[in-house]
């Protein structure tokens, strides 16, 4: 599946903002879908990721609580709403694709967007 991610910006601390994966192809609900990011000089990091049907979500501690993760197979379209952020949240923000077995490492995720910047300022 190919994945394109967007909506990333510059914003500041406290701030919110939506991040939107389009998936392209007819296979969508088959793939557990997951946010990742990555700061400057750090390794990629999970954040979150959905199941299927998007009855099961499961977050990172440093946002649970903060960031929701949804998404629209009718659409092709997994999403990020990032409320209350921190300059600490500042990477950039990929989604990924995977099937098989749920698995929060980023070697286990099949395909990957772009990638989308954030930037949080204090």
């Known amino acids: 599946v190919q994945l394109q991610a967007s909506g990333g910006g510059l914003v500041q601390a406290g701030d919110s903002l939506r991040l939107s994966c389009a998936a392209s192809?007819?296979?969508?609900?088959?793939?557990?879908m997951g946010w990742f990011r990555q700061a400057p000089g750090k390794e990629r990091e999970f954040v979150a990721d959905?199941?299927?049907?998007?009855?099961?979500?499961y977050y990172a501690d440093s946002v649970k609580g903060r960031f929701t993760i949804s998404r629209d197979n009718a659409k092709n379209t997994v999403y990020l709403q990032m409320n209350t952020l921190k300059p600490e949240d500042t990477a950039v923000y990929y989604c990924?694709?995977?099937?098989?077995?749920?698995?929060?490492?980023?070697?286990?995720?099949?395909?990957w967007g772009q990638g989308t910047l954030v930037t949080v300022s204090s």
């Open positions: 990924a694709a995977k099937k098989g077995l749920v698995s929060r490492s980023p070697v286990s995720y099949d395909d």
């Open positions: 192809g007819r296979t969508f609900s088959m793939y557990y």
């Open positions: 959905i199941s299927w049907s998007g009855s099961t979500t």
